[in-house]
Structure formats: structure tokens, C-alpha cells
């Protein structure tokens, strides 16, 4: 080893250092081991052709010893590189939950493109992993058999046994392609059953992964609207470059034609669920628009700036451009509701486009399955960060109630995901300060 060679080994972190020479060391006897193997393979072959098949059953014999010596060798290649990744190993055990803590929530079991099956399953493990309750309304008949189904039938009994879940009957549903105004004709809809339970204090929260247009019309008309907020908007959590600091986008589709007013009492929202629920001391406020300049974008735009830049009860940074939306430089991001859902849908196709680039463009063969082992956790914490999953669903902002509004194509994981936004927004209190928002600046032009 040249001086050159000792001088770049020893200017590298002592822990990565030790990973390169336990790699080496053990690609030498990796590629030894894949030697005899090929060897004894090679052996097999022709003494089978040659002596029959006493002697093939020995070439066998060698090689399944030396199929075994590899097994053997692989875990002790790839265990540092997990001991510094924080690897695959298992998360430790959880924290024992304290039934007193545990809070209601009101399941829309009937409202999704899957329903009650994965809604279900994804209640069922909530239940083991966040202190709370569930009220799951829709068709008991329906719902049992689909747990049988599933086989969830003795999950289901022993959650009902336990008192963390209820099932609470109701005889309608409102389908994904039915008006929003359904809810006003279909009284005894999953829906409206579960939003009464919220109405009536029996839940602190409800969730849905049915029609949001049903969900936010039957939150105006049961719950009602903030004192100060004309049009209640749908928030969503997108992630940052800090895993730790997600930024909230507002409005991603409540509203499509919007008024400068609605943008300023959006961002009163934001300001509010961001300092309380995410625990961000100053939210920074941001307007989505074309440019940072204060003179660029639409009439909407223009004027919503003027609105923002002279509120005192949050603090406006200015204008936000697309390229800045997750950069982490805003805490909250006000917007219409077309271009924000044109946002968030196209946010939710990053992710899997991105893995599947990567998976593409990594190596193949022996070497290649070596680099791709290494990197495994780490694109598993991509893939946690940027599959829409993980964050399950979007809160209904602006009504007198917390409200989350899932995926119409929600699996088991995006309803654990929303119940964790429900119980985190239910346990913060956020609604004691919505409530004291006072009448926001009326724009008289």
C-alpha cells in the first residue's frame, strides 16, 4: 500500500474505514467460496458424465457445502454497514399504551374504493399502535362479513371486547360518484352518522376515505363553519428536505374558483394548526405563485398578496414559486384548490417514479446485488418520506370539528396514517384556537 493510498484511507470517518477493510477482507473469501463452488460444480458435472452417479451425489455434496459456507459468510459481510445505516433491524418494542389516554374517533367504515375491508384492518392496528378508540359506522352485516372474509373476525371480536372499537349502525351509503348533496337526502348515511358522533361529543374527530365532497358538505351542515371563515379548505402534510418538517398546503381541493378573502382566512388556518398541532413557533406563510417578485401572477394572486402582507397575526414571508414548496423554506403554503390538488396529485406520482428510476438504474449482477443490499435501508427511507401512504390523508380546515379526509384508494397503512393526523390533531387543542379567530379582514374592493 503506497503513501498515497494510507493517506486517503486514514483522512476517511474511522467507521467507514473499518466497513471498507471488513468489505475486502470478506470479497476475498466471497469470491474464493463462489470459486470452489463453481469448481466443485464443474467437478460434479463431469465426474456424473464419467463415473455415474456415486460420484455425482459427491460433487453435489460439495456443493451444496459450499452453497452453505456462503449463507454462513453473507450475514457478516452486510452486518456493519447496518450497525452505521441504523439497517433494517426491527424497530424496538412499543411503548405500552394507557387505556385512559385513549380518545374516540369516528370511522367512516363505508366511504372508499375498498371499503369496509382495509378501513377495517387499518382501524384494527391504530388500535394497537395510537391511544385511541374507534367508532367504525356503517353496515354491521356488511362489516362482519367482510371481516370474515379477511379474516379479521377475531381481531374485530376481541377489539369490540376490549371496548376500543364500537360499531355503530347505518343503513346508506354515499358513493364516490354521488352529488355532494347527497348527504342532505341520505340522513342515515355512514357519513352523516359518523359526523353526528363528533356533533354530538360522543368522538373528537372523524375520518373518512369516502366521497370528499359528500364528507365536506355533511361537516358544514352538521358542524357548521368557523366564526370568520367563509369556505372551509382541505390541508395536506407534503414533505421537506428535513424529515422532521413537513409543510402544509392549503387549499389542495375544497375550492376551485377562489376570492382573495379565501386566501387570507386560509392562511389564518394554516398559521394556526401549524403553530399548535406542528409545533412551529413562527409558521412562515407563503402565497404559491410564478415568481417571488411582489409584482408578478393573476389578479388573485396580486391582490391576496396585499391581503397577506398586512395581516399581523402571522407572519407573511412573500410569495412561494413551485420549485420551493418542499424545499423547506415556508411552514405553510396558501393556494386555490385547483392548482393545490393539481399539486398534490402530482406529488403523490414522485415517489414511486423515483424508486422505480432507481431501481432501473442500479447495477446488475453479483457486484450490483452487493450495492443494491447496501443502499436497501436507504431507499426504504425514501420510499417512507415520499409514498403518500405514509401520510394517509388531508384535514378539513375551517369547520367546527376535526375532520380528515382520506384517499379514496385507501389500503390498511393510509388509515393508520390518518388516524394518527386525527389523534394528533384532536390531542393539541387545535380547536380552542380556532375557535377564538376572530372576523378576518373583509376585502372591500
Known amino acids: 500500500m503506497d503513501n498515497e493510498y494510507k493517506s486517503k484511507i486514514n483522512n476517511r470517518p474511522r467507521a467507514f474505514r473499518k466497513l471498507v477493510i471488513w468489505y475486502r477482507r470478506n470479497a476475498a473469501v466471497t469470491s474464493l467460496v463462489d470459486t470452489a463452488a463453481t469448481s466443485a460444480s464443474a467437478a460434479s458435472s463431469v465426474a456424473g458424465s464419467v463415473a455415474g452417479s456415486v460420484v455425482s451425489n459427491a460433487g453435489s455434496v460439495v456443493t451444496n457445502a459450499s452453497s452453505i459456507a456462503r449463507n454462513t459468510l453473507q450475514p457478516l459481510v452486510f452486518d456493519p454497514l447496518r450497525r452505521l445505516q441504523g439497517g433494517d433491524s426491527s424497530q424496538g418494542e ?41 367508532k367504525f359506522v356503517g353496515n354491521i352485516e356488511i362489516i362482519r362479513s367482510a371481516a370474515k372474509l379477511n379474516e379479521l373476525g377475531e381481531l374485530l371480536e376481541d377489539a369490540i371486547l376490549s371496548g376500543n372499537l364500537e360499531l355503530i349502525a347505518s343503513s346508506q351509503i354515499i358513493g364516490m360518484d354521488e352529488e355532494a348533496t347527497s348527504v342532505r337526502r341520505k340522513k342515515d348515511s355512514s357519513i352523516n352518522v359518523a359526523m353526528n358522533l363528533v356533533k354530538n361529543g360522543q368522538a373528537q374527530a372523524v375520518y373518512s376515505a369516502g ?16 366564526r370568520g371563515i367563509d369556505r372551509p379548505a382541505i390541508g395536506a402534510l407534503f414533505p421537506t428536505k428535513d424529515p422532521s418538517q413537513p409543510v402544509l398546503v392549503l387549499d389542495v381541493g375544497a375550492n376551485m374558483d377562489c376570492k ?28 404559491l405563485n410564478i415568481g417571488e417578485e411582489e409584482c408578478k401572477g393573476n389578479d388573485l394572486s396580486l391582490t391576496s398578496y396585499d391581503l397577506l402582507k398586512d395581516e399581523k397575526k402571522f407572519y407573511f414571508k412573500g410569495n412561494c414559486e413551485g420549485r420551493d ?26 415517489g414511486s417514479v423515483l424508486l422505480d428510476v432507481l431501481r432501473a438504474e442500479l447495477p446488475r449482477g453479483r457486484r450490483g446485488k452487493v450495492g443494491s443490499a447496501f443502499l436497501r435501508s436507504n431507499l426504504k427511507r ?35 396514517s390518518a388516524l394518527r393526523l386525527a389523534h394528533s390533531a384532536a390531542s393539541h387543542g387545535v380547536m380552542d384556537d380556532l375557535q377564538e379567530l376572530k372576523n378576518p379582514l373583509v376585502l372591500t374592493k
Open 325 to 350: 414548496v418542499l424545499s423547506g423554506k415556508f411552514d405553510v403554503v396558501v393556494c386555490d384548490g385547483f392548482t393545490g390538488n393539481v399539486l398534490l396529485k402530482f406529488l403523490e406520482s414522485v
Open 94 to 134: 412499543k411503548d405500552e399504551i394507557d387505556d385512559a389516554e385513549r380518545i374516540w374517533i369516528a370511522v367512516d367504515g363505508m366511504g372508499g374504493d375498498h371499503a369496509p375491508a382495509p378501513i377495517l384492518k387499518g382501524c384494527i392496528e391504530a388500535i394497537k399502535r395510537l391511544p385511541l378508540k374507534i
Open 382 to 416: 425514501i420510499k417512507k418520506r415520499l409514498d403518500h401512504a405514509e401520510h394517509g390523508g388531508a384535514l378539513l380546515l375551517g369547520v367546527n370539528g376535526i375532520c380528515v379526509i382520506g384517499h379514496g384508494s385507501s389500503k390498511s397503512l393510509s388509515v393508520v
Open 260 to 287: 382573495p378573502t379565501y386566501l387570507h382566512q386560509f392562511a389564518l388556518l394554516g398559521n394556526i394548526y401549524s403553530r399548535d398541532v406542528l409545533q412551529v413557533k413562527k409558521p412562515r406563510i407563503g402565497l
Open 211 to 226: 366521497n370528499s365532497g359528500a364528507m365536506m358538505a355533511s361537516a358544514i351542515f352538521r358542524l357548521g363553519r368557523l
